[in-house]
Nanobody, 120 residues
């Protein structure tokens, strides 16, 4: 069974750090684009960061560049989002995602979401 299981998140003060994890099971991450999205109340879901397999090329939204870092544990099929220097505007539900196109068919998997709240 294909599954993405998220962990991490929580409440942190501005300037603090959190780390999100996403563990994949039931499929191999090879050739997938893995990443993180977020959705704040009343707003559309937006891309935060992604990593293209197998070369590991990474990209970040302008709003998080220099503060967030995406990484992957190749052995455990798990990837992470390290979030530093958090701001109140980073408050959102964060979703991990794995996506691939095979012969015109999109394979797209989502985690269950993790709440991140940045507040004093």
């Amino acid at each position: 069974q294909v599954r993405l299981l998220e962990s991490g998140g929580g409440l942190v003060e501005p300037g603090g750090s959190l780390r999100l994890s996403c563990a994949a099971s039931g499929f191999s991450l090879e050739n997938y684009v893995i990443g993180w999205f977020r959705q704040a109340p009343g707003q559309e879901r937006e891309g935060v960061s992604c990593m293209k397999q197998p070369r590991g090329e990474v990209d970040y939204a302008d709003s998080v560049k220099g503060r967030f870092t995406i990484s992957r544990d190749n052995v455990e099929d798990t990837w992470y989002l390290q979030m530093d220097k958090l701001k109140p505007e980073d408050t959102a539900v964060y979703y991990c995602n794995a996506q691939q196109w095979i012969l015109g068919t999109e394979l797209n998997y989502w985690g269950q979401g993790a709440q991140v709240t940045v507040s004093s």
